[in-house]
């Protein structure tokens, strides 16, 4: 099993950035494909990025690309998601979730979730 926690979040201006981790605990988090998702009030639960258990795949929502970059230190059990050029439309509750098997873009496709951390983004 994996616990993951994230951190990071907060109210930034539109055009700002933030940077979010998503702490893992266990010696098996190298094993684990990572995922973030967000959740904005009333609406569903939206994939934004993934990165491979060893860090050289990724993969981004077509709203986040070019502007979000996910990555991964394994010696540090630590996922991090680089937030550049945020928009108001980004203000959403961010979760970072761990997959045992090869996930795609949907929550179920993923095992452990972190509680999640606020982004708000002012215009």
């Known amino acids: 099993q994996v616990q993951l926690a994230e951190s990071g979040g907060g109210l930034v201006q539109a055009g700002g950035s933030l940077r979010l981790s998503c702490a893992a605990s266990?010696?098996?988090?190298?094993?684990?494909?990572i995922g973030w998702f967000r959740q904005a009030p009333g609406k569903e639960r939206e994939f934004v990025a993934v990165i491979s258990a060893s860090g050289g795949n990724t993969d981004y929502a077509d709203s986040v690309k070019g502007r979000f970059t996910i990555s991964r230190d394994n010696a540090k059990n630590t996922v991090y998601l680089q937030m550049n050029s945020l928009k108001p439309e980004d203000t959403a509750v961010y979760y970072c979730?761990?997959?045992?098997?090869?996930?795609?873009?949907?929550?179920?496709?993923?095992?452990?979730w972190g509680q999640g951390t606020q982004v708000t983004v002012s215009s």
């Open positions: 266990g010696r098996t988090f190298s094993r684990y494909a």
């Open positions: 979730a761990a997959a045992t098997r090869l996930p795609g873009t949907y929550a179920h496709d993923y095992d452990y």
